[in-house]
């Protein structure tokens, strides 16, 4: 069975915005921070934070919600 990465990614981002969680942690890849930094650049997503302390390194975001309303 094949997973798709990027599939995975964007469900996890999906999924803490509706549970109204602040940051979102996935395993990371060259095209995940790739993709990350995009969101960043755009404005999809508040900030990020690359961590390559083990062997695969993860990816924190914090995901973004207007101030006003705590509407994502």
């Known amino acids: 069975m094949y997973?798709?990465?990027i599939a995975d990614y964007l469900t996890r981002i999906r999924n803490?915005?509706?549970?109204?969680?602040r940051v979102v942690?996935?395993?990371?890849?060259?095209l995940k921070?790739?993709?990350?930094?995009i969101l960043f650049e755009q404005g999809y997503i508040l900030s990020y934070k690359f961590d390559d302390s083990t062997t695969q390194g993860t990816i924190k975001i914090a995901l973004k919600y207007n101030s006003v309303?705590?509407?994502p």
């Open 3 to 5: 997973t798709d990465p």
């Open 16 to 21: 803490a915005v509706r549970a109204n969680h």
């Open 25 to 30: 942690e996935i395993p990371a890849s060259n």
């Open 33 to 37: 921070k790739d993709i990350t930094k």
């Open 69 to 71: 309303t705590k509407e």
